[in-house]
């Protein structure tokens, strides 16, 4: 049997909360299985959090703190390693940045903006500069950087499955100048295909259909329950609760329905970019 390899509790915060939860874990005289019971996350999870790679939830604070008594020490810590996860990230959305590292699959609904892991620097700068007009040139460009960084999953040694349906707006709205349009849109296909993903369109002839309203992203993972991300003007919301998350899945299931085929959608977006790029009217 291998030696056991301790985390190095000074990389980082959430190796250091990994430590003391290992350390607090093995003087309870507690295994992993014996720590996850009654908790709604797995072995692997817990084992994750003790190595420092995932950050632990406040929910999994909770239980731990209960378990170990520890007098609430992880539920006062955990916002610790949050912020120390965050790196140019809206606060909000610090928690789901470092979740889609673990997921197995990633569905996205996107009416209003480009998906980020699907944006362009270009993109993401002129969407950061027009939310954040007042921000600095370096406010600006760590947002940026953050973004284009989420999107190294893709070449990660376990890519998660991804899926995204798009409204039709986004490639019609020329968000930048027709060029800059052209790089996107094209950027957007080859990502899909070089990684076997899958992209929708809705079209703006399409009638009433579930998710009308707000950007909303779903993931599951191999060791821990699914959740749903929806977001807003200034404001984003992680949920978990199983009964919602179902709901928010049918409805997702009822939007495919709705959005055009895959290739069918590709080849749109492919001729847009076409038209963008030799400055045809589009329709």
Not at 265 to 271: T, Y
Request: glycine fraction near 4%; hydrophobic fraction near 40%.
């Amino acid at each position: 049997m291998p030696p056991r390899k301790d985390p190095d509790a000074s990389a980082n915060v959430p190796s250091f909360y990994g430590a003391e939860l290992r350390y607090k874990r093995e003087l309870a005289g507690l295994t992993l299985e014996q720590l996850a019971e009654g908790s709604f996350h797995g072995i692997p999870f817990l084992s994750q959090i003790e190595r420092g790679e995932r950050r632990m939830p406040l929910d999994l604070a909770q239980h731990v703190d209960k378990a170990l008594k520890t007098d609430g020490f992880f539920e006062r810590r955990c916002e610790d390693a949050r912020r120390a996860r965050q790196s140019g990230h809206a606060e909000y959305f610090a928690d789901v940045a470092e979740m889609e590292q673990h997921a197995e699959t990633i569905e996205e609904w996107a009416p209003m903006l480009v998906p980020g892991l699907l944006q362009t620097a270009l993109y993401t700068r002129a969407i950061v500069r027009a939310a954040m007009p007042r921000a600095s040139d370096d406010e600006v460009e760590e947002k940026v950087g953050a973004r284009m960084g989420r999107a190294k999953l893709f070449t990660s040694e376990n890519p998660p499955k991804f899926w995204a349906i798009l409204d039709e707006s986004l490639i019609r709205r020329a968000a930048l100048p027709s060029e800059e349009m052209a790089e996107l849109l094209e950027h957007i296909a080859g990502l899909i295909r070089s990684t076997h993903s899958i992209l929708q369109i809705v079209p703006e002839t399409s009638a009433a259909h579930p998710f009308m309203m707000g950007m909303t992203k779903f993931m599951t993972f191999a060791d821990a329950p699914p959740v749903v991300y929806t977001e807003s003007l200034h404001s984003g919301q992680l949920i978990d609760y199983p009964a919602l998350v179902k709901q928010y899945r049918e409805s997702y299931d009822l939007l495919r329905a709705v959005a055009m085929p895959p290739e069918a959608s590709l080849a749109m977006i492919e001729a847009a970019a076409e038209d963008y790029r030799h400055g045809k009217p589009r329709d």
